[in-house]
């Protein structure tokens, strides 16, 4: 392959669905690939948002861009977006499983169990609530693997196409207080190296891209104090643990995801590429 100037050009008119496309990642991937002339769809729980967001993106970006009301964690929904998606932009060429995320009733109140200290078992890992645990484990992991299933075949079929799947720093090191999390995105890294294997003759790529820390309302309640807005002693140390010395902005992941998506990339498959400062890269010390 020779290098070319118009290095994304053959993304030009190409059909991309992002699931939690109306989060924060989600739109600012969204803008990226709407500049590079992609046709998109926004795949959101929060159906109304995903629209919203969808006609604040496409007519910026003077792209076509939809936004669709679908539940990662239901095969049922996610068949009915992918007629919508199928009726009003064509075949789908990419998909980037993005919904994810932790939620309180999956997070330990105390990184360590002291039982020195006397503290109630209650807030380390015996306090964690199955139910919490659950959803949460099942949105990042269950949430990626459906809209496989569904996305993915006519990607087979079409022999080409790109599944990105969204990892986290805890798949490699598990951050305290988050097991669920943890240990769900840990699956996505395997998944992504299991499919990527799995599909290496059929002209569609796996792989992932591992985000470090940006603030976003999922981890907010953890890395700021709510009233102040200062860091918690976590988001301090998180900072203190990223080379470049601060959070990531959402458009920091955008040459990736393009490079990902595109011919660019052509031999790589199977990998889970980190966006994150140098924070996988540190020590510590
Ligand atoms: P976000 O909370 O802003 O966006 C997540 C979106 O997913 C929301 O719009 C939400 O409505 C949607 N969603 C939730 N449940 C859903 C469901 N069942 N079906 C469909 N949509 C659903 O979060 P974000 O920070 O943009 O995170 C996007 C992805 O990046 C997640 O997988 C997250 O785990 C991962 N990630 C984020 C960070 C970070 O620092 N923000 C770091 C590493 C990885």
Redesign the pocket.
């Known amino acids: 392959m020779t290098m070319k100037n118009d290095w994304f050009e053959e993304l030009n008119n190409k059909v991309c669905v992002i ?10 991937m969204a803008a990226s690939l709407a500049s590079a002339g992609l046709r998109i769809a926004l ?4 159906g109304e ?2 629209e919203r967001e969808a006609k604040k993106i496409g007519p910026s970006h003077n792209a076509t861009v939809i936004g669709i009301h ?5 095969k049922k ?1 996610l068949e009915q977006a992918k007629k919508t998606v199928n009726e009003t932009l064509g075949h789908v060429d990419f998909l980037i ?6 939620a309180p009733g999956a997070t330990t109140k105390v990184e360590q169990i002291r039982p020195d200290t006397g503290e109630d078992l209650v807030n380390g890992f015996f306090g964690l609530e199955e139910e919490g645990f659950r959803k949460v484990f099942d ?2 992991f269950m ?1 990626t693997l459906l809209p496989t299933l569904v996305f993915g075949q006519e990607m087979v079929e079409h022999k080409k196409g790109v599944i990105l799947n ?5 798949a490699f090191k598990p951050l305290t207080k988050i097991p669920a ?1 943890s240990s769900a ?1 840990a699956s996505i890294n395997n998944f992504t190296q299991w499919l990527a294997v799995h599909f290496g003759k059929t002209g569609v790529r796996v792989n992932a891209i ?10 907010r309640f953890l890395l700021t104090d709510q009233e102040t807005g200062a860091l918690t002693p976590r988001g301090e140390k998180i900072i203190a643990s990223t080379p470049v010395g601060r ?2 902005d ?1 458009e920091d992941l955008q040459g990736t995801v393009l490079f990902l998506l595109s011919d660019l990339s052509c031999f790589v498959n199977g990998v889970v590429l980190p966006v994150d400062g140098g924070y996988s890269a540190y020590g510590g010390v």
């Open positions: 699931t939690g496309g109306a989060g924060v990642l989600g739109t600012a795949l959101d729980l929060d948002a995903a679908a539940n990662v964690l239901s929904s499983n993005g919904a994810g995320g932790n949105l990042n949430g969204i990892s986290s720093m805890n999390y995105k591992a985000p470090g820390f940006f603030l976003t309302d999922q981890n959070f990531g959402p």
